[in-house]
């Protein structure tokens, strides 16, 4: 099997490689009012810039889409970015995030799946639902340890909305109303 990482190229000690600094208020907001599709456009923006800053042969659109694949590779590189070895603990720690994320990620989605099929609704429905906030956190904490590495803990170089985050927000609100309205409508079952 190929390994499919033999084209990154080796980071020495000295050098830092680039990634994606937001605030841990803005990536909330747009994370939640997108429920969740935030992280699709998160992954991109961290592979981009760590593709252009260590030029990596790597394709970030295809890493972001499949992100599950991708997100321990991406924990490994901020680990291996830092310009220090890290602890063991926190090596620990942000693989388990990784891990928690791909695991809820794919719990997600196959429980989105079995509640599109009409399987045991309304509970298939708002498990796809509930796992949101605990993905949240599986990704905020990565993106505060990015924030750390790139020397802005608290994202104030990303801390502002632009338009296209408002209509990413209307967007989001849009489809959580469709959602909301769905749930009520299985619960009084319409």
Known sequence: ????????????????????????????????????LYSLYWSYKNWSLYNSSTNANIWPFARAFFDIFFI????????????????TKEHSNIELQATRYVILTVVGRIFDQV???????????FVSILVLPFTFQALLTIQIRINQH?????????????????????????????IVLGGIAILIGI
Do not use: R
Request: net charge negative; charged share 10%.
């Open 1 to 36: 099997m190929e390994n499919i990482e033999q084209d990154a190229p080796v980071i020495n000690q000295n050098q830092k490689c680039e990634l994606y600094v937001v605030s841990p208020k803005k990536f909330t907001i747009l994370f939640f009012c997108t429920m969740g």
């Open 150 to 178: 790139m020397g802005d803990e608290l994202g104030h170089s990303n801390t502002s909305l632009t338009w296209v985050s408002y209509i990413w927000i209307v967007l989001g609100v849009l489809l959580w109303a469709i």
């Open 115 to 125: 509640s599109t099929k009409g399987v045991g609704m309304p509970y298939s429905y």
């Open 72 to 87: 321990h590779s991406l924990c490994n590189k901020l680990l291996t970015c830092v310009g220090s070895m890290p602890t």
